[in-house]
């Protein structure tokens, strides 16, 4: 095999790896994402609003 094929084929493996890691990172993300009603989004708001020295 020749150097030049050997990089394309070293740079083509880690674009491939990367893309996989980032389906995994996104597909979990996804996963565990709870979207939050509009209607309900201004109640919750309000009742969560607390002083900066509260925590």
Do not use: D, N, Q, Y
Not at 10 to 17: G, R, Y
Not at 22 to 39: E, M, N, T, Y
Request: no cysteine; hydrophobic share 50%.
């Amino acid at each position: 095999m020749s150097l030049t094929m050997t990089i394309v084929v070293l740079i083509f493996s880690w674009l491939a790896i990367a893309a996989a890691m980032l389906w995994g990172v996104l597909r979990i993300s996804r996963r565990h994402h709870h979207p939050v009603p509009p209607a309900s989004l201004e109640k919750t708001e309000k009742a969560t609003t607390h002083h900066a020295s509260a925590h």
